[in-house]
C-alpha cells in the first residue's frame, strides 16, 4: 500500500472514532492542500530531519511525508492515534518514520539523534506559546520552527514597536528568529472549529542582538513589558539605570514598553549589567 491509497483523514477520524480532545486543545485539519501548503512553504527537502508535534490522526504527518525527508520524528501523548500513526510507517521508506508517544513539553530534543532539525506542527493551542519558549533551549538544534497557531498570537510573534500587537514575545522570539506571517486560516477549516483565527508562522534562526543567558533575558524582557503602556522612569530607577545611559540610546523618561525596538532593550541590558 502506498500513501495516497490510504483513507482520507475524515474517513479514518469517523472509522476509529476519534473525536478532539479539549484537554489536548485539539482541532482537526482535513484538507490535505493546507497541509500540504504548509509543508512547501517550510520547504522540506530529502536532507532534512523534521519533528512534528501533536500529529493527531496524521494529516500534516502524510504531507510531510510526500515531501519525503531523510528523517519524520512524530511525538504524540495521545494514545489513541497510536495505530493510525502506525499505519504510516507502513507506507514510509524504511526507518524514515519514528513515533515518540510522550509530552513534548517533557522531551529533551538534544538527544533524538539529529545535529540539526527543523519543526512542523499545528500545535495545540492551550500549549504553543509554552511549546515555543521551551525550544528556545535547544536553539544550536533548530534549522527552522514552521506552526500553526492562534491569529492573535502570531500577530504578536510579528508584531513591531508601537503596535497594539508588540509584547514580551515579540521581543524574545525576535531576538532569536526571523518571524514571517504566511497566511491565515479561519475556524471552518478545522473540526471541530476553534473559537479563534489561526496562522501559519515561519522563524527562521538568526544571530541573537542578546545572546547571553536566555533566563536573564526573557526576565528582564517581562520585567520591562509588566506595565507595558506606563512610562518607564520608575522602573528604570528601580533597576538601576540612570537618565544618561537611557537617554543615550535615544529613549526618555516618558517612554512606554511598547515603543521600544529590540535594539534599545537589548542595550538597556547592559547597563543593568554595569
Known amino acids: 500500500m502506498k500513501l495516497n491509497d490510504l483513507p482520507t483523514i475524515a474517513e479514518i477520524v469517523k472509522t476509529n472514532a476519534l473525536f478532539a480532545d479539549k484537554r489536548f486543545g485539539q482541532n482537526f ?31 500534516l504527518t502524510r504531507s510531510i511525508l510526500k515531501a519525503d525527508p531523510h528523517q519524520l520524528i512524530i511525538i504524540e501523548k495521545d494514545r489513541r492515534f497510536k495505530e493510525v500513526l502506525q499505519q504510516l510507517v507502513s507506507v514510509s521508506k524504511e526507518n524514515q ?6 509530552d513534548a513539553l517533557k522531551i529533551d530534543y ?8 527543523q519543526i512542523i506542527a499545528n500545535l495545540p493551542y492551550n500549549i504553543g506559546t509554552v511549546l515555543l519558549f521551551e525550544w528556545l533551549k535547544f536553539l544550536p538544534f533548530l534549522s527552522q520552527i514552521t506552526i500553526m ?11 513591531t514597536p508601537k503596535t497594539k500587537d508588540y509584547s514580551r514575545i515579540s ?11 504566511l497566511f491565515e486560516l479561519p475556524p471552518k477549516a478545522f473540526y471541530p472549529p476553534p473559537n479563534v483565527d489561526s496562522a501559519v508562522v515561519k522563524l527562521v534562526p538568526k544571530a541573537p542582538l542578546f545572546d547571553g543567558e536566555l533566563k536573564l533575558f526573557e526576565s528582564f524582557v517581562q520585567q520591562l513589558f509588566n506595565n507595558r503602556r506606563k512610562q518607564l522612569r520608575k522602573f528604570f530607577e528601580n ?13 526618555t523618561g516618558q517612554a512606554r514598553a511598547e515603543e521600544l525596538s529590540l535594539e534599545q532593550i537589548v542595550t538597556l541590558m547592559s547597563f543593568v549589567k554595569k
Open 29 to 59: 485539519l482535513f484538507d490535505q492542500n493546507i497541509t500540504d501548503k504548509i509543508v512547501r512553504l517550510a520547504g522540506v527537502n530529502s536532507s532534512d530531519v523534521v519533528i512534528e508535534v501533536g500529529p493527531g490522526p496524521g494529516g
Open 97 to 102: 518514520l519514528k513515533i515518540i508517544e510522550a
Open 239 to 251: 533597576i538601576g539605570i540612570n537618565e544618561h545611559d537611557y537617554q543615550s540610546i535615544g529613549i
Open 171 to 181: 521581543v524574545v522570539i525576535q531576538n532569536y528568529f526571523t518571524a514571517t506571517k
Open 149 to 159: 497557531l492562534q491569529k492573535e498570537v502570531v500577530d504578536r510573534i510579528t508584531a
Open 110 to 117: 538534544s538527544q533524538l539523534g539529529a545535529q540539526k532539525f
